[in-house]
């Protein structure tokens, strides 16, 4: 999607600020021997209370409404029975449409105390999707993006999954650029333009390269090689002043 007027954006920026509202809240509630499946319930009843409408449910037919991945499961984990414990890493991905926009965003957040190392993790996945966020705007190349992220990631000894990258949002989930890479890369020769609408999602890791389905179902995606994976994610606008981000909370 391309922002051409005001009412546009602030339609961005309303079904942005319920998404980033729903991921927030379903995190404070979090607690162990809670299921993924009742803290999607919550954002379910979040999502239904705003009139938003789940993006990955209604574009894809995904069996829940938002994405909660624990642990080992770095991406579109589906809720389910599975009991979060203290300790654990869980990513929370909420999508939704509200008057024909959509928005998008997502977090990794430690159920009490985690380990300093993933603790660690976190702070520096965030500050990737940081500097990641810093290199949008008009006539700045796309690939800017994930040479910049690369660059932190390799200078603190992290690695990059590899296939799960940004994309274009807006009008549908996924659309136009429909892939922005969040690693460094020398063939992408695109620029952004001013209204231009994507995501920055970089997964940082201690190891792993690639994300792989299991055996258990089709959505489910894990670490090649195993490691620990954290992934951060806001819905953007490019600007001549830069990255507006619509996935604020208020």
Not at 74 to 91: C, M, Q, S, Y
Not at 186 to 201: A, I, K, P, Q, Y
Not at 214 to 223: F, H, K, V
Request: glycine residues 12%; hydrophobic residues 40%; negative net charge.
């Amino acid at each position: 999607m391309t922002v051409t007027h005001q009412d546009e954006l602030d339609g961005l920026k309303k079904i942005g600020r319920i998404v980033a509202n729903t991921m927030h809240s379903m995190a404070a509630a979090m607690e162990p021997g809670m299921t993924t499946a009742e803290l999607d319930e919550i954002g379910r009843d979040l999502l239904d209370r705003e009139g938003a409408v789940s993006a990955p449910r209604a574009t894809y037919d995904f069996p829940g409404t938002t994405c909660i991945s624990v642990n080992e499961e770095i991406a579109h984990g589906i809720p389910g029975e599975r009991k979060i414990a203290a300790g654990d890493l869980v990513n929370i991905d909420v999508s939704a449409s509200l008057n024909g926009y959509f928005a998008d965003t997502g977090a990794t957040f430690g159920v009490g105390p985690v380990r300093p190392s993933l603790d660690r993790l976190c702070r520096d996945g965030k500050r990737a999707m940081e500097i990641g966020i810093a290199q949008v705007g008009h006539d700045k190349p796309i690939a800017g993006i994930g040479n910049a992220i690369g660059k932190f990631a390799a200078k603190r000894g992290y690695t990059l999954i590899r296939n799960l990258a940004s994309h274009g949002v807006g009008k549908a989930l996924h659309e136009y650029p429909q892939e922005v890479a969040t690693w460094p890369t020398r063939s992408d020769r695109r620029r952004m333009h001013n209204g231009l609408v994507l995501t920055v999602e970089p997964f940082l890791s201690r190891g792993g390269m690639w994300a792989t389905s299991g055996a258990d179902d089709e959505w489910t995606l894990y670490s090649d090689p195993p490691a620990p994976v954290v992934q951060y994610e806001h819905t953007v606008v490019a600007t001549h002043h830069g990255a507006i981000i619509v996935t604020l909370p208020g």
